[in-house]
């Protein structure tokens, strides 16, 4: 079997890579494939990050290619029926799959419009949450993906809702419903710092995210409130989404003159792991930076609290 993993990966997105650790697994261990295909929006910077952590799936490296970004070319071959790849099965999402929150295309409702003979025939997975039903026509897009799909892996407590709202009691044996798709790597990495008595050399820190969705004056001002909590402790900035967050760096340091930056994208998961651990406390707004913070028990305060955020960090109790 033939796998196409399409989602939103290779954006330098520690989230989007936690995540894709657990979608691999899971294929794995569902589909047994021979090979899977990847698409990425930097098909050489997720082959580099993910050949660092081999020991997390040493069978399934082997059996992967990474593909770049289609263009619109690849776009209208798929449409047509005439795509260069022939895949027997396609895994849809990673973190939000349908998500009406975002922008065409990265809501899902290009799904049925490209990949409308796979959806038709069946051959897919949905792996990831499902957002509001806010907008005209979201909630016949979920119900007909979920009925068609014949895999669907959701990892929060509200989308479980939304499958048993919008699923007939007979096709509800197919929902799965995960936690968080981190949660392997971080339940993991918990297990060997408490059996190896792991210690950190930092001295005392606190880490700190932010975002494009935050107000950056009300982002500083919450975040000095937060470090006087933590007097003597280092402030460390944590760009999640090193794309996206790294911008604020320079700008936060100007009001925050001790901040040093934790380059995440050179560093394995482990050691990432262990720098949320031995935290003193976080401040930020990407889920996958307060998701580890709450699992490890660090105090935390959330800088944009968006409904994924809140369903999220609320299904950790």
């Known amino acids: 079997m033939h796998v196409l993993i399409k ?22 261990e569902t589909l047994h494939p021979k090979k899977i295909s990847l698409i990425s929006g930097d098909p ?7 050949s660092m952590h081999k020991a997390f799936f040493p069978p399934i490296f082997k059996k992967l290619t990474f593909l770049p970004k289609p263009s619109f070319t690849d776009h209208l ?9 022939t895949y027997d099965f396609i895994v849809f999402g990673g973190g939000q799959v349908l998500d009406e929150e975002r922008k065409f295309p990265y809501n899902g ?4 419009l490209l990949y409308w003979r796979t959806i038709h025939k069946g051959t897919f997975a949905l792996i990831g949450g499902i957002g509001t039903q806010n907008k005209d026509g979201t909630a016949a897009l979920q119900k007909m993906l979920l009925e068609r799909a014949k895999i669907v892996i959701l990892r929060d407590s ?4 939304l499958s048993e709202k919008l699923l007939p009691e007979a096709e509800r044996h197919k929902v799965q419903t995960v936690g968080d798709l981190s949660l392997p790597i971080l339940e993991e990495s918990k297990k060997l710092f408490e059996k190896e008595k792991t210690k950190t050399t930092r001295d005392p820190y606190v880490l700190i995210n932010s975002s494009p969705l935050c107000s950056f004056d009300q982002a500083v001002k919450k975040i000095k409130n937060f470090l006087r909590k933590f007097p003597h402790a280092q402030p460390l900035y944590f760009p999640a989404h090193w794309g996206e967050d790294l911008q604020y760096f320079e700008k936060l340091q100007e009001h925050l003159p001790p901040l040093e930056l934790f380059d995440w994208t050179k560093a394995g998961v482990a050691t990432t792991m262990k720098l949320f651990y031995f935290a003193q406390g976080g401040i930020g707004a990407r889920l996958h930076f307060l998701y580890p913070l709450k699992f ?15 369903i999220n960090l609320a299904d950790i109790d």
């Open 77 to 85: 071959r798929t449409f047509l029926g005439k795509e260069r790849g």
């Open 296 to 310: 490890f028990g660090v105090p935390y305060e959330v800088l944009y609290n968006s409904h994924k955020n809140q």
């Open 158 to 161: 509200f989308s479980e809702g």
């Open 7 to 28: 989602g939103y990966y290779g954006f330098k997105n520690l989230g989007d890579e936690l995540i894709l650790f657990a979608v691999l697994q899971r294929i794995e």
């Open 44 to 50: 050489q910077w997720l082959e580099h990050r993910l």
């Open 109 to 112: 409702r290009n799904l049925p």
